[in-house]
């Protein structure tokens, strides 16, 4: 089985850092499972790692699509299996690292989205209901047909709750109970997982300092680069944290200040969300910052032991 190493955690906690050290120590290459980094021209919004903060370590999964093209899990995988090839190949540990769940639930545990079918008439319904009466009329939906995929998918998430109730539609199943069967395959890798977490308090601090920070390094102009460049609200990229709230500001339906509160509170929740699936995933090593001191040298010896112990590095 070939080692891979997953080092995750709630936004803003520090796994970018922390990752790259790792990289360092183990001869790692970094694969990032982040739904926004993937586009180009989206670096403050998504707080995307500048090319001077690499180190030297290839990071993959950052800057290569167009804002214009739908990034979902499906192509997500296929392009981390691709870049793991390569990895593999350079016989080095590929490092899986962002904070969305479900991407790397789907590499980890190989999930097979192949089978799912779909239908774009249905599809086509479902989307102009969502723009005539708001994500939370396909939430409604989504309660009645799948109570599980309704509570683990936000009422914002159109794209992926469009999904789920296609699923249901098309099999008559449930897509959280498809979901869950594939979650239980046995992974085809010699893994470790590991959640980066930190004391409430001070991960909502982090948050709203790098909120902060991105305004002063240019949020606002880089959304308005992307609409020059013809991005709309409607597109899957817009949808992220950060930048469907300036585009509102943009547009004058909110002020600055109500764009900014609205970043901090979605972000906060979003954090909330990353744990709650985190804490229903199995093999998981909870590396709490507190425990550590918060030293990052200390949480990095903590890993290194535990990858010795699993047999993904010699001792």
């Not at 936004?11 to 980094?37: C, H, P, R």
């Not at 899986?96 to 545990?109: C, K, M, N, P, S």
């Not at 995929?149 to 789920?164: E, F, S, W, Y």
């Amino acid at each position: 089985m070939k080692p891979l190493i997953v080092l995750t955690g709630p936004t803003a906690v520090g796994k970018t850092a922390l990752s790259i050290e790792l990289a360092k120590e183990v001869g790692g290459e970094i694969l990032s499972a982040d739904s926004m980094q993937v586009y180009r021209g989206m670096d403050i919004g998504s707080a995307k790692i500048r090319p001077q903060e690499t180190r030297g370590v290839p990071h993959h999964l950052i800057d290569v699509l167009d804002p214009s093209l739908e990034f979902n899990v499906v192509v997500f995988q296929q392009l981390c299996r691709q870049a793991m090839e390569g990895i593999y190949e350079r016989g080095n540990i590929p490092i899986l690292t962002g904070g969305t769940g479900f991407y790397i639930q789907a590499v980890l545990r190989d999930i097979d989205f192949t089978q799912n079918p779909e239908n774009t008439r249905y599809r086509r319904q479902l989307e102009q209901l969502a723009a005539e009466r708001g994500g939370q009329a396909l939430h409604e939906m989504l309660k009645e047909a799948d109570p599980g995929a309704a509570q683990a998918i936000h009422a914002h998430n159109i794209k992926r709750m469009i999904r789920a109730l296609e699923f249901h539609h098309l099999t008559g199943e449930k897509i959280s109970e498809h979901n869950e069967r594939e979650a239980e395959k046995t992974s085809p890798y010699r893994y470790c997982y590991f959640v980066l977490n930190d004391d409430r308090d001070n991960l909502y601090r982090r948050i709203e300092e790098r909120v902060d920070r991105m305004l002063e390094e240019g949020l606002v102009e880089e959304v308005r680069a992307l609409m020059a460049r013809g991005c709309r609200r409607d597109m899957v990229s817009m949808q992220g944290l950060g930048y469907k709230e300036i585009l509102d500001h943009l547009a004058g339906e909110i002020t600055l200040e109500e764009a900014v509160y609205r970043i901090k509170q979605g972000t906060r929740h979003f954090a909330k969300r990353q744990l709650t699936w985190f804490r229903r995933e199995r093999d998981v090593i909870w590396l709490n910052k507190q425990d550590y001191g918060y030293d990052d040298k200390k949480i990095l010896a903590a890993i290194l032991r535990y990858l010795r112990e699993a047999g993904i590095l010699r001792t």
